[in-house]
T-cell receptor
Framework: AQRVTQPEKLLSVFKGAPVELKCNYS??????LFWYVQYSRQRLQLLLR??SRESIKGFTADLNKGETSFHLKKPFAQEEDSAMYYC????????????FGGGTRLMVKP | DGGITQSPKYLFRKEGQNVTLSCEQN?????MYWYRQDPGQGLRLIYY???????QKGDIAEGYSVSREKKESFPLTVTSAQKNPTAFYLC?????????????FGEGSWLTVV
């Protein structure tokens, strides 16, 4: 069975500090990983996906199959990064199912 | 304006009553989903539907029911059998079989049992 674990429920950093939101997964097949973000009073939206190998709003995430991790990183946090972040795993079960982690609330203090 | 619309945004229900949450999308997506969001537990899949007139149980389907009579609509009924229904409910949709997979979410519905 697939599982996504985000060990930190809350992560608090100061503006300008580096930030890393951890995500570990377990899945026997070939994983497809995503990060979703939910800003205050906004709907949940896609931040980035591992297959694109892109940087969005300064965030990057590298899939490490050896460590089964997909940590989200940003070198210099901004106050507007404060939000709820969810790591998600797409599986082959019935097509496009997403399994979500428990989420990490990022608070960037001035 | 395209997207996914959930209604109502806030709903109060008395214990023992059924309540139905609406989800409508005009994105022409084949697949639709219902998730429940609880603090610290992330999003858990309740039901999903890949095509009209067909749907499958997710991880926490007990106490819920759905229908998919139209491509655009996927209503969720929270029945009196659901033991802890107070939660935030999210509807989503996606295109099946799309290589660059993206799932779109509604704004959610808050259900409170009083």
């Amino acid at each position: 069975a697939q599982r996504v674990t985000q060990p930190e429920k809350l992560l608090s950093v100061f503006k300008g500090a580096p930030v890393e939101l951890k995500c570990n997964y377990s899945y026997s097949g070939s994983p497809e990983l995503f990060w979703y973000v939910q800003y205050s009073r906004q709907r949940l939206q896609l931040l980035l996906r591992h297959i694109s190998r892109e940087s969005i709003k300064g965030f990057t995430a590298d899939l490490n199959k050896g460590e089964t991790s997909f940590h989200l990183k940003k070198p210099f946090a901004q106050e507007e990064d404060s939000a709820m972040y969810y790591c998600a795993l797409r599986t082959s079960r019935a097509g496009n199912m997403l399994t979500f982690g428990g989420g990490t609330r990022l608070m960037v203090k001035p | 304006d395209g997207g996914i619309t959930q209604s109502p945004k806030y709903l109060f229900r008395k214990e023992g009553q059924n309540v139905t949450l609406s989800c409508e999308q005009n994105l022409n997506h084949d697949a639709m989903y219902w998730y429940r969001q609880d603090p610290g537990q992330g999003l858990r899949l309740i039901y999903y539907s890949q095509i009209v007139n067909d749907f499958q149980k997710g991880d926490i389907a007990e106490g819920y029911s759905v229908s998919r009579e139209k491509k655009e609509s996927f209503p969720l009924t929270v029945t009196s059998a659901q033991k802890n229904p107070t939660a935030f409910y999210l509807c989503a949709s996606s295109v099946t079989g799309q290589g660059a997979y993206t799932i779109y979410f509604g704004e959610g519905s808050w259900l409170t049992v009083v």
